[in-house]
């Protein structure tokens, strides 16, 4: 089974399926999505069990996957259904399951054969993380079974040579014993009670899924593989079917996803920022300077005293050579992004700037003080923008004379870290400042 998506094989389920499955069901959604779920495990099933005889364990067809690329949610949970796992040697492929992040878990069979696989310790990162990885890597984690330059010829290579004892997996045979322990040996039952534990102290019981996700598993690993499956269906459901798990998919998955695509994008011609100015060079102007002159634009940061603001280019510069000595920022790079930073407090220097970020004192009068200063040397196609948390936009963009231009962009703390914004409208915010 492979792919001919170049340098990819799977990134996961259209999650819209699920709620065509739950429309289909009409009165009761619950049944539709079960019933929908447990025939897509009766399918990798069929895979799985490739024709052999169930007792005997022989006369099964080896099915091997190769993977050209990234293999993600349900692009792993059909590989784990075949017998053997290639992957191409390619570093920029992931691999993993990361259905948790968007308030789901693996539903496919994945959550029940990764922990059969490799045991509840170390399927742990992977399933409750959400955990990728490059493929040399997870070969070594089990996640898959091997590297190699054309995986297609490896797979077809290992199917000719096959016996019948390489296609059965560890979890069909009558010996089975699960990596670590299950549920009822005092190995596994640590591991479970620390797993609990950690699970509860990181979401405090508000996210449904990652406490669905270990019922399934501790259900899951004390009965046979076919009814496990149907626990983790039964799981997968009870999440599918919470408003809170819904909305997390809306919110992280499908919106997301139109947005990416352009929905409700401002029907203006694409903005571009080549020049930016910062106001404050505290902690967040210090942050919002150092992600835009990485990200290529050029910075002029702006504060009352000159060392204040050589203070905030010295942030990036402490974060750069904290990556210099990691290997991941060459001293060229360092040199480029602190080349693109202009420490001042010459107002004169934000002329040609596309957008002025203020980030200064939560104090109204300071914010006005500034915002007139700004806009007394920069052109009309200029964007002003306030950083604040708790100020209303429209109050603040009384201070300009071009409230049009004026608009909320609210970076989260640490901003190189905090991969987050929020754009805020006032009520005369146009078009184009939210577009730029």
Known sequence: ITSGKEGSFAGGMDLNA?????EMAGDDPARGLFEGVMRLHGLLRKIERAGMDP???KGGKPIAAALPGTAAGIGLELPLACHRIFAADNPKARIGLPEILIGIFPGAGGTMRLTRKLGAMAAAPFLLEGKMLAPA??????LIDEVAADPLAAAKEWVKAASDADIVKPWDRKDYKMPGGAPYHPAGFLTFVGASAMVHGKTKGVYPAAKALLSAVYEGAMVPFDTALRIEARWFTWVLMNPSSGAMIRSLFLNKEALEKGANRPKVPDQKVKKVGILGAGMMGAGIAHVSA?????????DAKQEAAERGKGYSEGLLDK???RGSVSAEKKAEVLGRILPTTDYAALEGCDLVV???FEDPGV???????TLAVVGPECIFATNTSTLPITELAKASDR??????????????KMLLVEIIRGAKTGDRAVAK
Do not use: C, N, W, Y
Request: hydrophobic share 45%; glycine share 10%.
């Open 55 to 57: 007792k005997t364990l």
């Open 367 to 373: 914010k006005a003080e500034v915002t007139k200063k």
């Open 294 to 302: 990485s990200a290529g634009i050029e910075v002029v940061l702006i």
């Open 323 to 325: 990556g210099v000595k």
């Open 18 to 22: 699920l709620g065509r499955m739950r």
């Open 358 to 360: 203020e980030a200064v």
């Open 137 to 142: 890597k997870a070969k070594s984690a089990g």
């Open 403 to 416: 409230p049009e231009d004026f608009i909320g962009i609210h970076f989260f703390s640490p901003v190189d």
